[in-house]
């Protein structure tokens, strides 16, 4: 295995136990959850995804997001602000604005 494959499942392996832990999912949930966010993350990073998540007031939210460099607008100022683990940050090319929701909440990519 090389080094990607192995940093990409450690990081797969460590979402799972994050669902498990701190969201109540079983082991089998916890991972099918931890692939398909790290599928949408891949993906997201190439070109626009159109994808369904949860919102927090239980309302089902259909997104297309991009995290491709040359479909997002320059950012300015730095960024000093504390990481989030438990969201997904991605610019949503309807609205033109950047969006994050909750990855337990993910529900499926199109």
Known sequence: M???VKNTMSNIM???WVFVRKYGFTMSEGLKQAW???KLKKELGKRIVKFYFTKINGDIR????TLA???IPAIAGTDNRKRNDSVQVFFD????EWRCYKIA????IA
């Open 62 to 65: 259909e997104a297309y997001g």
């Open 105 to 108: 909440n993910l529900l499926r």
């Open 93 to 96: 090319t309807v609205k033109g």
């Open 2 to 4: 090389t080094a990607t």
């Open 69 to 71: 460099s040359d479909k």
């Open 36 to 38: 398909l966010n790290a």
């Open 14 to 16: 460590r979402m799972a």
